[in-house]
């Protein structure tokens, strides 16, 4: 009797692999599970109620001596960079996708030629196309630690976002490093002095190839209310009844783009127009004599909230370095239940008809 072997070169079909498969169990209902534990795992798992001991045994030590070589390392999976087909959800463009929260010191001049290292918060984000399934996060913090050893600026947060555009192969970005910015004050009248601390934010945004570079600061003050102020002192005059006005704790968020080619805007400058606009900043150093002062500097300066916003933007207005800017300020009330809040803009770059909910509830100063 003549056997044929079937051809080598015909593909096999689903009943090609069907029969393989009844094959595979008719030797398992016979084998020990030692010899199903000797089979490659991805064949054991086809077993029907195979035991645990199929699977190989996994080392419970942490290697400490492998090394990751470039050969490892490109089998490695990236689930990030798959194919569109493992998107989930809209295949739609993200507009920005990265991290927040990335913390390391930085060094940053300051007017005086003196340098600050302070610890910064990163946020660093870029667009993902449509037909892209993620990022590789890391690189976004590879790409920043390349430049962080070096004097901090806004040419340097440029080179840090052009090198992750580049890695991340993305059209648009946005990069924001945000710190606490320490200024030595002196006390009004007492000569005592002490560091007053700013929290401000720097950030360039490149979208469609134009760049634009951001300034934020929140700068702290108390606003006596001038219609309270004026009441007290109706009070004490037509009644001989002491009152006082009610005043409270305020912060104005200032953000600004310098214009292109001005001299340098230091962060000095910003809240010198600040405390030029408002005089009236919190205190750090107090004896009796400089809150008696500061009583009298708040009486000197009583302010509304719509006072206040006018007055920064009278000041940002006067230096010729600044461009677009937008006032955000937040008067906490002391009087009522609610607080008092004003947005002033100029320029395109801070229009908008949406304000994010949890804006001003930001407008806090923490101590």
């Known amino acids: 009797m003549n056997s ?54 996994l080392s419970r030590h942490y290697p400490e001596g492998f090394v990751a070589d470039s050969n490892y390392r490109a089998t490695l999976p990236d689930l990030q960079n798959g194919p569109s087909s493992l998107i989930r959800g809209a295949h739609e463009q993200i507009q920005h996708v990265g991290i927040s929260n990335f913390r390391l010191p930085i060094r940053f001049h300051t007017r005086d030629n003196g340098d600050l290292t302070l610890e910064t918060s990163v946020t660093g984000t870029v667009s993902l196309e449509a037909d892209k399934k993620g990022i590789n996060m890391s690189r976004i913090m ?26 991340l192969e993305s059209v648009d970005a946005r990069l924001q490093m945000r710190f606490s910015f320490p200024v030595k004050i002196e006390s009004l009248r007492s000569g005592l002095s002490g560091y007053q601390y700013y929290d401000i934010a720097l950030e360039i945004v490149d979208h469609d190839g134009e760049r634009t570079k951001i300034i934020h600061l929140d700068y702290v003050y108390s606003s006596t209310c001038p219609c309270s102020l004026e009441l007290s002192e109706h009070a004490r005059s037509s009644r001989g009844q002491l009152a006082t006005p009610h005043s409270q704790r305020s912060v104005a968020r200032i953000s600004l783009v310098q214009e292109p080619g001005a001299p340098v805007l230091w962060f000095e400058d910003v809240i010198d127009h600040c405390r030029c606009a408002v005089p009236t900043e919190t205190q750090v150093m107090v004896k009796r004599e400089d809150e008696q002062a500061f009583a009298e500097l708040n009486a000197a300066n009583p302010i509304f909230v719509e006072d206040a916003a006018r007055l920064f933007c009278e000041a940002l207005q006067s230096d010729p370095r600044v461009g677009d800017f937008r006032v955000v300020a937040s008067h ?35 101590g």
């Open 4 to 57: 044929h072997s079937r051809s080598m070169t015909k593909a096999p079909d689903r009943a090609d692999a069907e029969e393989a498969l009844d094959l595979l169990r008719q030797w398992a209902s016979a084998a020990t599970e030692t010899e199903i534990a000797q089979l490659n795992p991805a064949v054991a798992r086809l077993l029907p109620d195979a035991p645990a001991g199929n699977y190989p045994d």
């Open 332 to 366: 906490q009330e002391s009087l009522h239940s609610h607080d008092a809040i004003s947005v002033l803009t100029q320029g395109a770059t801070f229009a908008t008809r949406s304000i994010d909910p949890k804006l001003f509830s930001t407008l806090i100063h923490q």
């Open 142 to 167: 590879r790409s920043f630690y390349k430049h962080a050893e070096r004097t901090f600026s806004f040419e340097v947060m440029e080179a840090a976002l052009d090198d992750y555009l580049t890695d």
